[in-house]
């Protein structure tokens, strides 16, 4: 065993210990604020009364604790044969819920005949808004085609399952008997507390699965949609965080959601303001057709080579042994340029495979970030789908010349394997114009002319 890998199991066991040891210790601690319960609940109790709050009160505080403690230890030691030491939010939320459950089973159970406690109108409907934001975001989040759709797919299931298990809980808190001791407005009001807390935290849950969901559409934009999209998701995070509070808020007597109302609306306007605004800053400046891009292409030889790019106007460029394809990018020049690259890419289309060696006048590259999800924005391209060694590591699958906008002519020069060399006829070119952040503003099939 390495010394890293000794010292996070160490440290592991050690920050479980402190956590066993606070929730043995906490709930012993001096009164679980039984007075203030009353006071937030516009009680008057008797002494009978505020006994049994105390009670119902630790017994909640230490299951939902131990909860804490399942949410943060489980993890924790999968993460230990990976080396890393990680608190994660999740968990620990998922966590609460369970520990808040297994707390009102323990505090009474649902007769198989009773009236329902009728709750506020808002709060009986909080899960099933939570479950259909769920849903659409989901729904959303597969139509844009970015990110794992398994992450996606899974994260709104968590979402929908967080709903499902909330919804639970509030009818068992509604239905189960009464706490022993407690007169008819002190035992609603334990109901009212039980039902904010869990849902105040399972806002707090959906709205942290969804954020995740997010994160794997955001991770492959890129411009200023990528930096818009990154200011709405820590908006949201601070958003939904307001939110549970305010709903926690609302749900004392007297009082009306209409903060939840307006903190939900400002959050989605706010969100979808922001990431269209990176969306309409991302516009190309012009359409392919503004360029009207023209390849002209020959297979050539050492031998030969000298000559046909005299015959083709093209300067600068050196052949690559044989069986070189030799090619001139004839383009128009919008008025404005604009700021930005283009792309040339060579496909073999017999066997859907990029050009390894690519070069222009100034050499050959790789577009960057924004080539990196053109094949999923235009299918015809999927010979630039990036490859994995199994590590996590992206490798390209072939090369790219560079071509600033203010171009006219750009020669070229690529080679396939050996013994799978092309004829004209079978060779794609294709021009991407990547924007000044690498935004992918477009990507075009230029016609070829074999001379």
Same mark, same amino acid.
Request: charged share 15%; with cysteine; glycine share 10%.
């Given at each position: 065993m390495s010394k890293l890998s000794a010292g996070l199991i160490a440290l592991a066991v050690i920050a479980v210990l402190?956590?066993? $040891?606070?929730?043995?210790?906490?709930?012993? $601690?001096?009164?679980?604020?039984?007075?203030?319960?009353?006071?937030?609940?516009?009680?008057?109790?008797t002494p009978e009364d505020l006994a049994s709050v105390e009670r119902y009160l630790r017994l909640t505080r230490r299951r939902r604790l131990w909860g804490l403690f399942f949410g943060f230890a489980i993890p924790l030691f999968w993460l230990l044969p990976e080396q890393r030491f990680a608190v994660l939010s999740v968990p620990l939320l998922a966590g609460w819920l369970l520990g808040a459950?297994?707390?009102?089973l323990a505090a009474g159970t649902a007769p198989r005949t009773g009236t329902a406690v009728a709750l506020p109108a808002w709060q009986r409907r909080t899960p099933g808004v939570l479950a259909a934001v769920a849903v659409a975001s989901t729904a959303l989040a597969l139509w844009s085609g970015?990110?794992?759709?398994?992450?996606?797919?899974?994260?709104?299931?968590?979402?929908?399952? +967080?709903?499902?298990?909330?919804?639970? +809980?509030?009818?068992?808190?509604?239905?189960?008997?009464?706490?022993?001791? +407690?007169?008819?407005?002190v035992d609603r009001a334990t109901r009212t507390h039980a039902v904010a807390a869990v849902t105040a935290v399972g806002l707090v849950l959906v709205g942290l699965c969804l954020l995740h969901q997010a994160d794997q559409v955001r991770s492959e934009?890129?411009?200023? +949609?990528?930096?818009?999209?990154?200011?709405?998701?820590?908006?949201?995070?601070?958003?939904?965080?307001?939110?549970?509070?305010? $709903?926690?808020?609302?749900?004392a007597p007297g009082r009306r959601p209409r903060l939840v109302a307006f903190l939900t609306v400002v959050l989605v306007t706010t969100s979808a303001a922001a990431v269209g605004f990176g969306a309409w800053q991302d516009r190309p400046p012009y359409v392919p057709e503004a360029v009207h891009p023209v390849a002209t292409i020959r297979l050539?030889?050492?031998?030969?080579f000298d000559a046909d790019a005299a015959a083709l106007g093209v300067s600068g460029v050196t052949? $690559?042994?044989?069986r070189t394809v030799l090619g001139r990018l004839d383009l128009a020049v919008p008025q404005p340029a604009g700021r930005g690259r283009y792309y040339l890419v060579l496909i073999d289309k017999r066997y859907d495979r990029a050009a390894p060696q690519l070069f222009g006048k100034d050499g050959g590259t790789w577009g960057g970030a924004g080539m990196r999800n053109a094949w999923k924005r235009y299918p015809w391209l999927s010979a630039l789908t990036p490859t994995s060694d199994g590590d996590g590591w992206a490798g390209y699958p072939g090369m790219a010349v560079s071509v600033s906008p203010d171009t006219t002519s750009a020669g070229f020069v690529g080679r396939f394997r050996k013994e799978d060399v092309p004829q004209p006829a079978d060779l794609l070119v294709a021009l991407l114009f990547l924007g000044p952040q690498d935004q992918l503003y477009w990507a075009v099939q230029v016609p070829v002319a074999v001379v």
């Amino acid at each position: 065993m390495s010394k890293l890998s000794a010292g996070l199991i160490a440290l592991a066991v050690i920050a479980v210990l402190l956590v066993v $040891l606070a929730i043995v210790v906490i709930p012993q $601690l001096g009164s679980p604020r039984s007075r203030s319960f009353a006071t937030r609940h516009g009680l008057d109790p008797t002494p009978e009364d505020l006994a049994s709050v105390e009670r119902y009160l630790r017994l909640t505080r230490r299951r939902r604790l131990w909860g804490l403690f399942f949410g943060f230890a489980i993890p924790l030691f999968w993460l230990l044969p990976e080396q890393r030491f990680a608190v994660l939010s999740v968990p620990l939320l998922a966590g609460w819920l369970l520990g808040a459950a297994s707390a009102e089973l323990a505090a009474g159970t649902a007769p198989r005949t009773g009236t329902a406690v009728a709750l506020p109108a808002w709060q009986r409907r909080t899960p099933g808004v939570l479950a259909a934001v769920a849903v659409a975001s989901t729904a959303l989040a597969l139509w844009s085609g970015l990110g794992d759709g398994g992450e996606i797919i899974a994260w709104g299931v968590g979402a929908l399952v +967080t709903c499902l298990f909330v919804t639970a +809980t509030v009818q068992h808190v509604t239905r189960r008997g009464s706490i022993a001791g +407690t007169t008819g407005a002190v035992d609603r009001a334990t109901r009212t507390h039980a039902v904010a807390a869990v849902t105040a935290v399972g806002l707090v849950l959906v709205g942290l699965c969804l954020l995740h969901q997010a994160d794997q559409v955001r991770s492959e934009l890129d411009g200023q +949609t990528a930096h818009w999209a990154g200011v709405a998701d820590i908006g949201l995070t601070l958003g939904v965080l307001l939110l549970a509070v305010a $709903l926690w808020w609302a749900s004392a007597p007297g009082r009306r959601p209409r903060l939840v109302a307006f903190l939900t609306v400002v959050l989605v306007t706010t969100s979808a303001a922001a990431v269209g605004f990176g969306a309409w800053q991302d516009r190309p400046p012009y359409v392919p057709e503004a360029v009207h891009p023209v390849a002209t292409i020959r297979l050539t030889d050492m031998e030969h080579f000298d000559a046909d790019a005299a015959a083709l106007g093209v300067s600068g460029v050196t052949p $690559l042994l044989n069986r070189t394809v030799l090619g001139r990018l004839d383009l128009a020049v919008p008025q404005p340029a604009g700021r930005g690259r283009y792309y040339l890419v060579l496909i073999d289309k017999r066997y859907d495979r990029a050009a390894p060696q690519l070069f222009g006048k100034d050499g050959g590259t790789w577009g960057g970030a924004g080539m990196r999800n053109a094949w999923k924005r235009y299918p015809w391209l999927s010979a630039l789908t990036p490859t994995s060694d199994g590590d996590g590591w992206a490798g390209y699958p072939g090369m790219a010349v560079s071509v600033s906008p203010d171009t006219t002519s750009a020669g070229f020069v690529g080679r396939f394997r050996k013994e799978d060399v092309p004829q004209p006829a079978d060779l794609l070119v294709a021009l991407l114009f990547l924007g000044p952040q690498d935004q992918l503003y477009w990507a075009v099939q230029v016609p070829v002319a074999v001379v």
